[in-house]
C-alpha cells in the first residue's frame, strides 16, 4: 500500500507499506526524482550526481517510493483521461 500526501508541484511526502515517510520531488535530477530514504542517499543518488558531472541527463536510478509514486499518478491519470475510442 501507498500513502501520497501531495506538498507543492512535484513533491510530495510517500509512505509505501507503513514504512517511513519520504519527501519525494519528482522535479529533481532532471525530472528522474530525488527521495529522502537511504536507499536514495547510499545507491541512486551518487550515480545521479556522477552522469549530471558528466552531462548526461537520461540517467533513470529510482528508489522504490519514487516509483511507486510515478505508477500511482500514472494510474490516477488514466482513470481521468478520456478514452481514445470516446473522441476525447
Same mark, same amino acid.
Given at each position: 500500500?501507498?500513502? &501520497?500526501? #501531495? ?38 543518488? #551518487? ?8 552531462? &548526461? ?6 528508489? =522504490? ?10 494510474? =490516477?491519470?488514466?482513470?481521468?483521461? #478520456?478514452? #481514445?475510442?470516446?473522441?476525447?
Amino acid at each position: 500500500m501507498i500513502n &501520497i500526501e #501531495p506538498l507543492e508541484e512535484a513533491r510530495y511526502h510517500v509512505q509505501v507499506d507503513g514504512g517511513g515517510k519520504y519527501l519525494v520531488d519528482l522535479a529533481a535530477y532532471n525530472h528522474n526524482g530525488f527521495c529522502g530514504c537511504r536507499d536514495f542517499e547510499v545507491r541512486h543518488q #551518487p550515480l545521479l550526481e556522477q552522469a549530471e558531472e558528466n552531462g &548526461i541527463l537520461d540517467v533513470t536510478s529510482r528508489c =522504490k517510493h519514487i516509483r511507486r509514486l510515478l505508477f500511482k499518478l500514472a494510474d =490516477k491519470s488514466n482513470l481521468v483521461a #478520456p478514452s #481514445p475510442l470516446q473522441g476525447g
